[in-house]
């Protein structure tokens, strides 16, 4: 477990342990589900960094947003995901502290990034549509390509705060960590002593995602009411306006609500959840929106589903003019 100290004993690695009602005889088909949803959220997620890259038609500001969001969700599923896979397929729950001070830091580094970029995509949006004639002038591709660097940059700072502080604590007592993977609130309930460490990141959490949905919020307020405004579209470019803001609303509803729960239990003593419910909310604010984005993206991109019909088409005719 660690090293032996004259007063304590003092801990070099952490168990993941999951969900710690599910019985053994479930942990295979368990590994199965996260490799399946790990498999289909990188694929996915991949199938349009690809399209990105192979269509100049696609090298827009708004496209290069796409992308950021994808290679974000397949980072955090690449971060979270195989050691909770090997904790069900291998019962190899082990992970080293400074492993686990990283992956804890990525965790919160992704969840940062994909807060900032979902407040770039509103901001695009709301520029687009309210400033029509402005827009190709403000948000041009070296503009966007900037400021989604800036977000990738930024998005360490909070995080990196947290993970500096864990390097100077001391973790002396129990080292299993009832989560699907290493984070703020699950280390904190380990290190030893009393620690303002959770009041400080909880702070610095609410502040990064929080700030950027009241943005978020307003810039959709101020698209529809710029799109009820303006003469210049129809009822059916309303009703297309609504629809996405409406698909919108709801992944960033599933990203940002079921966290404000998580992540305050610890400081209303009338919101409790049980360790599994937890795991469960966790588990799903992580992974669902990684792994609708991409069907979400394809399916309602006018210019994505032309262009996965010219390669299906085009596949088809390679296929009949290949000799039999």
């Known amino acids: 477990m660690g090293d032996v100290n004259n ?8 168990i993941i342990v999951g969900f710690p009602d ?10 199965w589900i ?31 947003i796409m992308v950021s969001l994808a290679l974000s969700d397949i980072g955090f599923a690449t971060v979270a995901l195989p050691k909770l896979i090997a904790r069900y397929w291998w019962n190899d729950g082990i992970i080293g502290i400074h492993t686990c001070f990283f992956q804890t830091h990525m965790i919160h580094y992704f969840g940062s990034l994909n807060s900032l970029i979902l407040l770039t995509m509103a901001l695009d949006r709301c520029l687009a549509v309210c ?3 402005r827009y190709p002038l403000l948000m041009t591709v070296p503009n966007m390509v900037g400021l989604t660097v800036f977000c990738w940059i ?4 909070f995080p990196g705060i947290g993970t500096i502080n864990f390097t100077f604590a001391s973790f002396c007592g129990p080292n299993k960590i009832i989560q699907a993977f290493c984070d703020t609130l699950s280390l904190t309930a380990l290190s030893c002593g009393k620690t303002n460490q959770y009041g400080a990141s909880y702070g610095a959490a609410m502040f990064i995602l929080y700030f950027p949905l009241g943005l978020i919020i307003v810039s959709y307020f ?24 409406a698909t919108q609303g709801c992944i960033i509803s599933i990203y940002y609500i079921p966290r404000f729960f998580v992540y305050s239990t610890p400081f209303f003593p009338n919101l409790t959840m049980t360790a599994d419910k937890r795991i469960i909310t966790t588990l799903f604010y992580s992974f669902f929106p990684p792994l609708s984005n991409p ?8 210019e994505i589903k032309e262009i996965l019909k010219r390669w299906i088409q085009r596949g088809k005719r390679i296929t009949q003019l290949a000799p039999t």
């Open 295 to 302: 069907f979400i993206y394809c399916l309602r991109t006018k």
């Open 22 to 31: 599910l019985q053994q005889e479930y942990f295979h088909l368990v590994a």
């Open 7 to 14: 007063n304590f004993t003092k801990v070099s690695e952490f």
């Open 154 to 157: 930024i998005a360490h700072v």
């Open 131 to 133: 400033f029509p004639f």
């Open 222 to 245: 101020w698209i529809i009411i710029s799109v009820f405004r303006m003469k210049l579209y129809s009822l059916q470019g309303k009703k297309k306006t609504i629809s996405t803001c």
């Open 34 to 64: 996260f490799l399946l949803l790990y498999v289909i959220t990188v694929v996915g997620n991949s199938i349009l960094v690809v399209i990105f890259s192979l269509e100049p038609s696609l090298q827009k500001p708004m496209y290069i």
